[in-house]
């Protein structure tokens, strides 16, 4: 009877054990990612609209992963579906930090770039 009992606390505490999920490479690439966009709009890369947008694909990320750990477990395939939603986030932090709009004064503006005019030359008579 004893090893009865024994074995049954030895279960209640293992089960909330097993059914905690634990999501350690998608949260630190989440923090990564976040991360690159702190330093975009510290450097000037990004401007506020951009470093916005891309706020909010964060958040769709952490909305995703807080679906999948709801009923306390991250299924394989629901893995797959975050990750490859942080696939796509990453490349649009990418392609918004490497366009070429730059807010450098933080102003909230985007900075347009300064070309010289052009200068045309009249013929000579």
């Given at each position: 009877?004893?090893?009865?009992?024994?074995?049954?606390?030895?279960?209640?505490?293992?089960?909330?054990?097993?059914?905690?999920?634990?999501?350690?490479?998608?949260?630190?690439?989440?923090?990564?990612?976040?991360?690159?966009?702190?330093?975009?709009?510290?450097?000037?890369?990004?401007?506020?609209?951009?470093?916005?947008?891309l706020?909010?694909?964060?958040?769709?990320?952490?909305?995703?992963?807080?679906?999948?750990e709801?009923?306390?477990?991250?299924?394989?395939?629901?893995?797959?579906?975050?990750?490859?939603?942080q696939?796509?986030?990453?490349?649009?932090?990418?392609?918004?930090?490497?366009?070429?709009q730059?807010?450098?004064?933080?102003?909230?503006?985007?900075?347009?770039?300064?070309?010289?005019?052009p200068?045309?030359?009249?013929?000579?008579?």
């Amino acid at each position: 009877m004893k090893q009865l009992t024994a074995f049954a606390v030895l279960a209640a505490l293992s089960i909330p054990a097993l059914a905690q999920v634990a999501t350690p490479r998608i949260d630190q690439r989440q923090a990564n990612q976040q991360q690159r966009i702190d330093q975009g709009v510290q450097s000037g890369a990004l401007t506020t609209r951009e470093a916005t947008r891309l706020e909010k694909g964060q958040t769709h990320v952490d909305n995703m992963e807080t679906r999948a750990e709801a009923d306390g477990a991250v299924t394989r395939r629901e893995r797959a579906r975050i990750e490859h939603a942080q696939d796509v986030q990453s490349r649009h932090i990418y392609r918004e930090k490497h366009d070429r709009q730059h807010d450098l004064n933080h102003d909230g503006r985007m900075d347009r770039p300064q070309h010289p005019r052009p200068q045309h030359s009249r013929p000579h008579r």
